[in-house]
């Protein structure tokens, strides 16, 4: 069974400056997708990036960004000019590809922004 | 607006007590899912449904029971045998997910929650 692991559970970061979430995950497959999705305090999950393991190039949606390592099984979240609202949970999940296919998640990591 | 609705948003039970907690989504996915989410937890599968009159246990399946008689409707019923229901419960949807097929990027899309509390 695949599992993605987030071993820190808490970070912080001063506002304007740079932060990387990390999380690893386990699978023998070679072809499938991964995730980071945000939980505000209002509890709403909502996507940030994805990366599809067969795209080589790391995924990049504004302010975020990925550092995907397949052979190390490692998949960390850049965050660049950290604001205020980015404080929230970001949970890091995983995704086979195929019909039946359920999204993994790890445990989260709780990150909070200083002004 | 094209979306997922939960009902309840928060929920009282006495122990006991069956409950039911609502998911509709208008979003015309096949797949839809059952997430529970406790303190230091993550996100747990419940149960999960890829078509209409079919669904499969996820890791956390036990005091739970699910029906998927409709394409937009995914109700979770809490069981009394649910030892610990006390949780946030969160629905979710996608399109089915095929090898190789065009269309769906993985991922799943989210109600916005439902906190069961047991007194």
């Known amino acids: 069974a695949q599992t993605v692991t987030q071993s820190q559970p808490e970070m912080s970061v001063q506002e304007a400056e740079t932060v990387t979430l990390s999380c690893t995950y386990d699978?023998?497959?070679?072809?499938?997708?991964l995730f980071w999705y945000k939980q505000p305090p209002s509890r709403q999950m909502i996507l940030v990036i994805r990366?599809?393991?067969?795209?080589?190039q790391n995924a990049t949606e504004n302010r975020f960004s990925v550092n995907f390592q397949k052979a190390a099984k490692s998949f960390s979240l850049k965050i660049s000019d950290s604001q205020l609202g980015d404080a929230a949970m970001y949970f890091c999940?995983?995704?086979?590809?195929?019909?039946?296919?359920?999204?993994?998640f790890g445990k989260g990591i709780t990150l909070s922004v200083r002004p | 607006d094209g979306g997922i609705t939960q009902s309840p948003k928060y929920l009282f039970r006495k122990e006991g007590q069956n409950v039911t907690l609502s998911c509709e989504q208008n979003?015309?996915?096949?797949?839809m899912y059952w997430y529970r989410q406790d303190p230091g937890q993550g996100l747990r599968l419940i149960y999960y449904?890829?078509?209409?009159?079919?669904?499969q246990k996820g890791d956390i399946a036990e005091g739970y029971s699910v029906s998927r008689e409709k394409k937009e409707s995914f109700p979770l019923t809490v069981t009394s045998a649910q030892k610990n229901p006390t949780a946030f419960y969160l629905c979710?949807?996608?399109?089915?997910?095929?090898?190789?097929?065009?269309?769906?990027?993985?991922?799943?899309?989210f109600g916005e929650g439902s906190r069961l509390t047991v007194l």
């Open positions: 999940a995983y995704r086979n590809p195929g019909a039946n296919s359920k999204l993994t």
């Open positions: 699978t023998s497959e070679s072809d499938y997708y």
């Open positions: 449904s890829q078509i209409v009159n079919d669904f």
């Open positions: 979003l015309n996915h096949d797949a």
């Open positions: 979710a949807s996608s399109p089915r997910l095929l090898a190789g097929g065009p269309g769906s990027t993985g991922e799943l899309f």
């Open positions: 990366q599809e393991a067969y795209k080589q």
